[in-house]
């Protein structure tokens, strides 16, 4: 499953047309050798970044700081990508 919870840092637009995390998307096709979405095999150089959704990402936290874990006087641009 590649669901963790966990906030996008590098998403990326598999063959599918999907968004997913690329780190957990990349293991999960190595792993099992087909495309989350479809069970088809895929091409990992295919993917793409998803940079509509990483621009978003970082608008939401610019805006809602509450949503990463930081310390007083922290900056957006501390996270790392």
Same mark, same amino acid.
């Given at each position: 499953?590649?669901?963790?919870?966990?906030?996008?840092?590098?998403?990326?637009?598999?063959?599918?047309?999907?968004?997913?995390?690329?780190?957990?998307?990349?293991? =999960?096709?190595?792993?099992?050798?087909?495309? =989350?979405?479809?069970?088809?095999?895929?091409?990992?150089?295919?993917?793409?970044?998803?940079?509509? *959704?990483?621009?978003? *990402?970082?608008?939401?936290?610019?805006?809602?700081?509450?949503? =990463?874990? =930081?310390?007083?006087?922290?900056? *957006?641009?501390?996270?790392?990508?």
């Amino acid at each position: 499953m590649l669901a963790n919870k966990k906030l996008m840092m590098d998403p990326i637009i598999a063959q599918s047309g999907q968004t997913f995390e690329k780190e957990a998307y990349e293991q =999960y096709v190595k792993t099992k050798g087909v495309d =989350y979405t479809t069970g088809k095999k895929t091409d990992l150089s295919k993917i793409m970044k998803n940079l509509a *959704i990483k621009n978003a *990402i970082l608008e939401f936290l610019s805006d809602n700081p509450w949503a =990463y874990e =930081y310390k007083e006087n922290d900056s *957006i641009d501390l996270i790392e990508f």
